[in-house]
Antibody
Framework: QVQLQESGPGLVKPSETLSLTCTVS????????WSWIRQPPGKGLEWIGF???????NYNPSLKSRLTMSVDPSKKQFSLRLRSVTAADTAIYYC????????????WGQGTRVIVSS | EIVLTQSPATLSLSPGERATLSCRAS??????LAWYQQKPGQAPRLLIY???DRATGIPARFSGSGSGTDFTLTINSLESEDFSIYYC???????????FGPGTRVDLK
């Protein structure tokens, strides 16, 4: 059974960098776009971006200037770094996967809550 | 960027009734459309992909239809566990960009 698990600090200060990691247990790592999606409190879902096992990335244009993703296929982990955060970045952050050549997120992590506050 | 709109924002129904949820795209997405269900405190769960294919384990009362820019999720004979928020989602072909609709809440009348 494929499982994705997010980890990282739950509290980040404004102007600092939000860093999260997703660990994938079981299942293949190649042939998937490993994605981050977030959900501000009481709001809808926003796709942040994805990384392929080779390191190829694609980001939401609205976040691109502050965003870096990285991947470690040997550990089946991928990570997110979002710089210069503000209160607007407070959200539940989910990692999820999309199989290449498909359009849908078939497995999701449980999500991790990140609050941006001093 | 393709924008998805969903209507209605809220649908108030009783168990046993049929729910019809709409998703409209700002330009054609062909058949690149999926639907998710989200319950409070949980991650979204994939219901439908490629417009009308049910994901593994999804009951037959959930069905999807549509093409181009107009899509529908139908839930026949609502059960208590179906009262949730539903999101549609599309992927552009290249570069792969993903967007979600704002959601439709199905609540108990």
């Amino acid at each position: 059974q494929v499982q994705l698990q997010e980890s990282g600090p739950g509290l980040v200060k404004p102007s600092e960098t939000l860093s999260l990691t997703c660990t994938v247990s079981s299942g293949p790592f190649k042939n998937y776009y490993w994605s981050w999606i977030r959900q501000p409190p009481g709001k809808g879902l926003e796709w942040i971006g994805f990384i392929y096992y080779s390191g190829t990335t694609n980001y939401n244009p609205s976040l691109k200037s502050r965003l870096t993703m990285s991947v470690d296929p040997s550990k089946k982990q991928f990570s997110l770094r979002l710089r210069s955060v503000t209160a607007a970045d407070t959200a539940i952050y989910y990692c999820a996967r999309v199989k290449v050549a498909t359009i849908h997120f078939d497995h999701w992590g449980q999500g991790t809550r990140v609050i941006v506050s001093s | 960027e393709i924008v998805l709109t969903q209507s209605p924002a809220t649908l108030s129904l009783s168990p046993g009734e049929r729910a019809t949820l709409s998703c409209r795209a700002s330009q054609s997405v062909n058949t690149s459309l999926a639907w998710y269900q989200q319950k409070p405190g949980q991650a979204p769960r994939l219901l439908i992909y490629d417009v009308s294919d049910r994901a593994t384990g999804i009951p037959a009362r959930f069905s999807g239809s549509g093409s181009g820019t107009d899509f529908t999720l139908t839930i026949n004979s609502l059960e208590s566990e179906d009262f949730s928020i539903y999101y549609c989602q599309q992927r552009s072909s290249w570069p792969p960009l993903f967007t979600f609709g704002p959601g439709t809440r199905v609540d108990l009348k």
